[in-house]
Nanobody, 116 residues
Framework: QVQLVESGGGLVQPGGSLRLSCAAS????????LNWYRQAPGKQRELVAV???????DYAESVKGRFTISRDNAKNTVYLQMDSLKPEDTAVYSC??????????WGQGTQVTVSS
């Protein structure tokens, strides 16, 4: 009932673009902070983008200027537009919906591979 489902991952060439989607169900979507994380093999999980309920955004320095997070509350969906992709962006990308000390919900993740 309560779930996040990511989609849009895949294989892209360096310099290419990809748009990830995360569809939520079973929550009052509009009140949640939404996050995109990524984890590459052998590396720690990294927070890459945040969008607050009011629409403010923040990004990891490594993706700033290349990635854009957005949300469509009418569709209960958060997006991550990824441009100018680099091989080091290769990772499993997961979405997360959070209300501090109240709720913390995770999707299963979607693989993004950047390779020629």
């Amino acid at each position: 009932q309560v779930q996040l489902v990511e989609s849009g991952g895949g294989l892209v060439q360096p310099g290419g673009s990809l748009r990830l989607s995360c569809a939520a169900s079973g929550i009052i979507f509009s009140i949640y902070t939404l996050n995109w994380y990524r984890q590459a093999p052998g590396k720690q999980r990294e927070l890459v983008a945040v969008i607050l309920s009011g629409g403010s955004t923040d990004y990891a320095e490594s993706v700033k200027g290349r990635f854009t997070i957005s949300r469509d509350n009418a569709k209960n969906t958060v997006y991550l537009q990824m441009d100018s992709l680099k091989p080091e962006d290769t990772a499993v990308y997961s979405c997360n919906a959070k209300i501090h000390r109240v709720a913390d919900i995770w999707g299963q993740g979607t693989q993004v591979t950047v390779s020629s």
